[in-house]
């Protein structure tokens, strides 16, 4: 069992940056795949950034690539989102998500964490 916390979500201006952490609970956290996700109001819910098991790829959304940057700190079993440049469209909640398998469905979510870009 895993447990996800996210926190460092608010009200930012257009440009701006945030950086989201994803704190988790268990001793085989490393060995995890992570994303990060995030929803929009009316909005279906969708993969922003994510690790491969182990860490050895890691995905970007092109709506975010080159403004997010996805990180782990095993140490810490910690998952940060790195968003620069922030746009009134990345208004969203954001999620964290843990599998312990290499593909399907994430087993494990956060409560979520809102971020709102203003304009």
């Known amino acids: 069992q895993v447990q996800l916390v996210e926190s460092g979500g608010g009200l930012v201006q257009a440009g701006g940056s945030l950086r989201l952490s994803c704190a988790a609970s268990?001793?085989?956290?490393?060995?995890?795949?992570m994303g990060w996700f995030r929803q929009a109001p009316g909005k279906e819910r969708e993969r922003v950034a994510g690790f491969s098991m182990n860490g050895g790829s890691t995905f970007y959304a092109d709506s975010v690539k080159g403004r997010f940057t996805i990180s782990r700190d095993n140490a810490l079993n910690t998952v940060y989102l790195q968003m620069n440049s922030l746009k009134p469209e990345d208004t969203a909640v954001y999620y964290c998500?843990?599998?312990?398998?290499?593909?399907?469905?994430?087993?494990?979510w956060g409560q979520g964490t809102q971020v709102t870009v203003s304009s």
């Open positions: 998500a843990a599998r312990g398998v290499p593909v399907g469905p994430y087993d494990y």
């Open positions: 268990g001793r085989t956290f490393s060995r995890y795949a």
